[in-house]
């Protein structure tokens, strides 16, 4: 009878460990989704900039050819 209380007793503390390990890991990666997400979107908008600055810079060659 110990025996067996003592096996519930691990088993109990163990899924408790368990599913607080999973809430840091799940809260850790939900972070690391957001700072990913901020570094996509900084990128997207950089690249928006260097299209237009390119188009631009091309339209600045072809004035130069004309003349």
């Known amino acids: 009878m110990k025996t067996t209380v ?39 908008k950089i690249s928006v900039e260097i299209d237009k600055k390119a188009s631009e810079l091309e339209d600045s060659l072809k004035d130069l050819d004309d003349i």
């Not at 096996?7 to 972070?31: M, N, P, Y």
């Open 6 to 44: 003592k096996i519930f007793t691990f088993l109990f503390l163990v899924g408790v460990l368990s599913c607080t390990d999973k809430k840091k890991e799940e809260a850790e990666t939900k972070a690391a989704v957001e700072e990913i997400e901020a570094v996509e979107s900084e990128v997207e």
